[in-house]
């Protein structure tokens, strides 16, 4: 709909995996901009809009950026969260040089601060904020249900491309989303979206007190504001791929590990991402304890 082989599109590794699944065979050119805990820096979108001029935007043969993906929020995997500021300055830059910005975020109502930091779509004046949401981290993930708002003559060749192919979501299921909505109107809606937010911050907080337990001075990590995944870097280990592939699911751990969140993945990675949506406070400290055992004999 948006893009066509070759053209430049623009995104932070790492990216959640089923992002590059569906770009790589677009055979689009992914431009990696860098990003930190505070989400996408943007200095560094600058230095990368930096080899166009804002003017050849309107040039084809120029091929500037054509849009923005991001998870501003809780992103899968890294967990970070963009700051106000940085999306001000981010669609800014995305007016200057004329690219669509894809605001995925399904971790929205899963912020741990009680202010949540303003969407892209709200400061959209120009109709190029593309916002998906999603049903499946706040009701649950069998519905296979979300929404799409943006600038209508986009949401036309979406709901047109939908037709021919999956048709629509499940009739059952959209009623009954539909129903539980209009019985809990706005307010028992975010009453609910509120008491799983606090859940997924009691996880949050688990899951840090056991990797500062178990994984002080063997492993580095920033504390998630939002989402469900922590991001962790272990020292001294240059590619965990095997660790936790391999030794770590011997031991009845099971977690990823970071290469599968970048463009090349052959390339050797210290990351690995745990969740904690599900696991129970005790378990998130065994799996902890177990791997630093292993990485301690990795070394």
């Known amino acids: 709909m948006i893009i066509n082989p070759g053209d430049n599109v623009l995104l932070n590794e790492p990216v959640y995996s089923g992002t590059l699944q569906a770009l790589k065979p677009l055979g689009c050119n992914i431009i990696n901009v860098a990003s930190d805990e505070y989400g996408i820096i943007p200095d560094s979108l600058k230095e990368v809009l930096s080899k166009w001029k804002p003017e050849e935007s309107k040039n084809p043969k120029k091929n500037t950026p ?6 501003p929020n809780g992103n899968n995997p890294a967990g ?7 999306k001000k300055e981010i669609y800014e830059l995305s007016r200057k040089y004329d690219f669509l910005i894809i605001e995925d975020d399904p971790y929205y109502f899963l912020q741990f601060s009680k202010s949540w930091a303003p969407t892209f779509l709200s400061m959209d004046v120009d109709g190029r904020v593309i916002r998906t949401d999603s049903f499946s981290k706040v009701l649950s993930s069998g519905l296979r249900i979300g929404f799409i708002t943006g600038p209508k003559p986009l949401i036309e060749r979406v709901v047109f491309h939908t037709q021919v192919s999956t048709m629509h979501p499940s009739t059952f299921t959209q009623l009954l989303i539909s129903q539980l909505l209009h019985q809990w109107g706005e307010e028992g809606f975010l009453a609910h979206v509120e008491r799983v937010a606090d859940f997924y911050m009691n996880q949050k907080d688990a899951i840090v007190a056991a990797a500062n337990k178990w994984l002080s001075g063997l492993a580095e990590w920033n504390v998630p504001t939002a ?3 922590l991001w962790v870097k272990i020292k001294g280990i240059s590619d965990v791929k095997q660790l936790i592939e391999e ?3 011997k031991k009845e751990i099971l977690m990823l590990p970071g290469n599968i969140f970048y463009v090349n993945s052959s390339v050797p990675n210290p990351y690995f991402r745990a969740s904690f949506s599900s696991a129970s406070p005790e378990e998130m400290d065994v799996a902890f304890q177990r791997l630093a055992q292993l990485i301690k004999e990795s070394l």
């Open 66 to 71: 054509k849009f923005l993906y991001t998870v």
């Open 80 to 86: 970070n969260s963009l700051t106000s500021n940085r």
């Open 227 to 229: 989402g469900m995944f």
């Open 247 to 249: 030794k770590a699911i």
